[in-house]
């Protein structure tokens, strides 16, 4: 795991189940973080290009189709060459993104960093 989208994320007081991860995935508490339930935090995500999935947490207490958390990893990241700031910086858009949920424009925006990111650090020929 890369210690600066930890960082973020504990900064910004998402909870992280188990406290993060000694591997590439991450389970976070969304929903008693943010207010964001799992589904609507995929759903707007994708909205700005990056893709994760909605995950049940321990002692649930919502259903499993709009569950808490999110999982995601950063094989994808590592992959296209990213590192540490880069790993931050989608934390950042991330949280940005979760709580803009329904402010189209600042999506859009967010959006837009997205791509500029994804141009800077193209996935490998032989990955394509």
């Not at 890369?2 to 929903?31: I, M, P, W």
């Amino acid at each position: 795991r890369r210690s600066s989208d930890l960082a973020v994320f504990k900064k910004e007081g998402v909870r992280l189940l188990c406290g993060g991860t000694d591997n590439h995935l991450l389970l976070a508490d969304v929903y008693s973080s943010l207010g964001v339930t799992g589904q609507e935090a995929e759903t707007v995500l994708d909205e700005v290009g990056i893709t994760l999935n909605k995950n049940m947490i321990a002692d649930e207490t919502r259903t499993a189709m709009d569950p808490s958390g999110i999982r995601f990893g950063t094989p994808a990241m590592t992959t296209r060459g990213m590192k540490e700031v880069e790993a931050g910086k989608l934390a950042e858009i991330m949280i940005e993104t979760m709580k803009a949920k329904d402010n189209a424009s600042k999506k859009a925006e967010l959006q837009k960093e997205v791509q500029a990111l994804c141009e800077a650090f193209p996935v490998p020929e032989k990955f394509v």
